[in-house]
């Protein structure tokens, strides 16, 4: 500003020449009416006198009808005589109010003295003064005589270093106008800019993990056992709702799968190939219950399966880590009782724990008992799309959640009381969720819509067994019960604990089991109309940004920087536990030729994992162990096998079912030889020779180039209009 001024005072001088003084009339900005600005008819007219003009007090006139007394006192003493006339004539709009016969005076201080004024309320025209012409309608035609350009008082050069002043404000908003354009052109690109590549978010970071580290791999009985009916096993639910038609692409089933029933000892070999040194697998219910009951009886067949396994794990150097559950329930649990609507199951999934933990536990160190409530919950009684198919997201959604929060404290405790003394394992559960990002992160309501996503998500089991207090998430009871008596029913539709229930689930972690995949964009959004339950008790709605690249499946975008604000927000909110990352991973379609260079796994993996190695270095999140899903293709749920996970390629159609490793296999099994990306390391070097091209790098680049371009040009467009024209 300061600099503006001196610009301004050294070049005002009296020589400036009159044609451009009337270039410079102000702008809606500075006078109460808006002046088109268009010279709609020009003369140089005879020498006559006119009254001075004067620019300084007309921002202080606006919306007022008189120019202030300090204005009015400087014209009053100013002793100009002009050398000549000139006479133009502008067409005006009145603001709505605004007042001729009042204003007359400040038009004529600004103008100089006016000789002719015509207002034009369409077509006729009126040559007088007329009080109060209808805002935006009329046209003032005047005349006037302009500056004298001979006898340049003080005064005079004072009011026009206030013109020239008033010239540069208006470039000066000219440019801040562009300014404002452009960055809002950037804060509009980087508001929906989630994927390019930023420097200080997503550098690859090289560097080691802790010593003691755990890598692993992971598989889920369903969805590499196959043996569906073989030595006993009872059918569970997945085999019933695979069996169903329509139910799972292309018809598939786990019938045989990935035949690890008779092949686990080469997927043992496959995994002292990478150098893993943990195994994460479940556990069939059905195949050691097959009625789910212990009065049902044991099949021994399927004890001696998972002793097999097992023992064959040990024998070669690697740890087994145990889920109880993941999601094979035995059907006939599901037929008696309705499936975890119904709390009768939590005593039988003690029961099925306590024989398991008395079974294995003398070689097993590592339990899981739940694999991902939220998807078994939701997906399997909310929309039905996983097995038992239920469709009830507003009532059995959280009658399942409720039944398995007490199920896996029955179970911990079961554990903690009677096997963890002998046993001295670790008993936890695994949550899933994906990351929520606030569409505007500026927003406070879309702030607390993705606060109540992940309260939703996560919050839903973890602030239960993790949080200080216990019980559900604040944001869950509240919402759930409004609109549960919104909708005239007696009490909400999620279900209560007692006192003692909320103690008893309580601290029943020991360590904090994550799967993570994929991140998602949330807004706030309150639909009235939507069915009620699960989904629409969020009031949000989600959505993914266009640089996110997308895996085979639909609802898997690569979006690593999710993980490591998810494990901070579960350092700061569950108590800084530690945790494992019990499955990561990136699905390929099923396409011949078969994807076995999978360059855009060894992508996700290499970004996901740095972003680990971020949230433990930079974050201090306490990570003790990450997983990578999975050893191999499998059964892919609802997807069946048109979409792989794995880090060896199976061949489906071959009856003896081939393993071979993928490219990231071997990346895999580097980044655990070197433990991390240590500097001069092969692995390191080959990081970074990808990284670039991997995630955000050109193609992100290149979407919020375009996208903040195409929001600049706009930008400048308008801009370079307003600066021409003067609209
Ligand atoms: C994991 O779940 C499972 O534990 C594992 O068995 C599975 O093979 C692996 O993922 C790969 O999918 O579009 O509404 O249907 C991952 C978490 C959450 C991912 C739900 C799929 C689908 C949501 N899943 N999500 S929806």
């Given amino acids: 500003m300061s600099l503006g001024m001196s610009v301004v005072l050294s070049r005002a001088g009296p020589s400036r020449p009159r044609r451009e003084q009337s270039t410079f009339l102000p702008s809606a900005c500075l006078l109460p009416f808006t002046v088109r600005n268009e010279v709609l008819h020009e003369q140089t007219s005879d020498g006559q006198r006119g009254k001075p003009g004067r620019l300084g007090s007309h921002t202080s006139t606006r919306n007022n009808t008189n120019p202030p007394a300090a204005a009015m006192d400087a014209r009053d003493r100013d002793t100009t005589t002009p050398a000549g006339a000139t006479s133009l004539v502008y067409a005006i ?43 935006g309608k009329c046209e003032l035609r005047l005349k006037y005589r302009t500056l004298s350009r001979t006898s340049w008082s003080l005064n005079q050069k004072w009011a026009l270093s206030r013109l020239k002043n008033t010239q540069l404000k208006m470039s000066g908003t000219m440019l801040s106008l562009l300014t404002t354009s452009l960055l809002l052109g950037f804060t509009c690109g ?21 010593d003691d580290f755990i890598w692993s791999t992971a598989t889920a009985s369903y969805q590499i056992e196959g043996a569906w009916n073989v030595d006993g096993k009872g059918e569970s639910i997945w085999d019933r709702f695979s069996h169903t038609p329509g139910k799972v692409d292309r018809g598939d089933t786990g019938d045989v799968a990935c035949d690890s029933y008779n092949k686990y000892r080469e997927d043992v070999q496959l995994m002292k190939a990478m150098g893993l040194k943990y195994y994460r697998f479940s556990l069939s219910w059905p195949r050691i219950f097959p009625d789910g009951t212990v009065a049902g009886g044991v099949n021994q067949a399927g004890v001696d399966y998972y002793n097999n396994v097992i023992d064959e794990l040990l024998a070669n150097g690697i740890t087994p880590m145990v889920t109880l559950y ?40 590592y339990w899981i008992t739940f694999n991902e409530p939220w998807v078994v919950c939701f997906l399997g009684y909310g929309t039905g799309g996983n097995a038992p198919g239920i469709q009830d997201p507003g009532n059995s959604t959280y009658l399942c959640g409720h039944t398995i929060l007490k199920a896996h404290a029955e179970a911990w405790n079961t554990y903690d009381t009677t096997y963890r003394g002998s046993q001295q ?13 606030p ?6 309501s879309d702030v607390a819509a993705a606060d109540r996503y ?127 990352i019990t499955e990561n991973g990136r699905s390929d379609h099923d396409e011949q030729p078969p994807i076995t260079e999978d ?24 990570v003790r162990a990450y997983t990578a899903w999975s050893l191999m293709d499998n059964f892919e749920w609802s997807r069946g096998y048109t979409e792989r996970f794995g880090l060896h390629y199976v061949n489906f159609t071959d009856p003896s079912r081939p393993r071979v490793p993928k490219e990231s296999a071997g990346f895999y099994s580097d980044i655990i030889a070197n433990n991390g990306f240590p500097e001069g390391a092969d692995v390191t070097t080959m990081v970074r020779s990808r990284w670039e091209g991997c995630r955000g790098g050109p193609a992100g680049w290149a979407a919020a180039t375009r996208v903040n371009m195409g929001v600049l040009g706009l930008s400048a467009m308008v801009a370079i209009t307003f600066t021409i024209f003067k609209v």
Wanted: glycine share 8%; proline share 7%.
């Fill in 599 to 622: 360059a855009d796994r060894i992508c996700y993996y290499m970004g996901y994992i740095d972003e680990v190695l971020k949230a433990i270095e930079v974050d201090g999140v306490k």
């Fill in 326 to 365: 993941h999601w094979d329930l035995p059907q006939a649990l599901q037929d008696r009782y309705g499936g975890w609507v119904n709390e009768a199951l939590v005593d039988h999934f003690n029961d099925y724990a306590d024989f398991v933990f008395q079974t294995f536990g003398d070689r097993v160190r």
């Fill in 439 to 444: 569409r505007d992160p500026d927003s406070p």
């Fill in 190 to 210: 980087a508001v929906y800019d989630y994927g390019a590549y930023d420097r200080t978010r997503d550098n690859f970071r090289p560097g080691t993990f802790p």
């Fill in 454 to 580: 992940i309260q939703f998500y996560i919050g839903w089991f973890a602030h239960p067994i993790y949080s200080t207090g216990g019980d559900y998430p604040a944001a869950m009871k509240d919402i759930i019960r409004e609109k549960s008596l919104a909708e005239g029913l007696q009490e909400s539709r999620l279900p209560q604990f007692t006192p003692a229930e909320i103690d008893r689930i309580k601290g029943t972690g020991d360590f904090f089991g994550l799967n993570h995949y994929t991140a998602r964009i949330i807004q706030n959004r309150v639909d009235p109309t939507d069915t009620p339950g699960y989904s629409n008790d969020r009031n949000l709605s989600e959505s993914t940004a266009p640089e996110w690249p997308r895996a085979a499946s639909e609802w898997l975008y690569v979006v690593p920087w999710g993980l490591r604000r998810l494990l901070k927000f579960i350092k700061l909110n569950y108590g800084d536990p530690d945790v494992y």
């Fill in 425 to 437: 394992g670790q008993i936890s559960i695994t949550l899933n969720c994906d990351w929520p990002e």
């Fill in 93 to 135: 709009n009145f603001p709505r109010g605004f007042s001729l016969a009042a204003d007359k005076r400040s038009l004529e201080y600004f103008f100089g003295e006016l000789t002719q004024v015509t207002i034009n309320p369409g077509e006729g025209g009126v040559v007088e003064w007329s009080p109060n012409p209808e805002a």
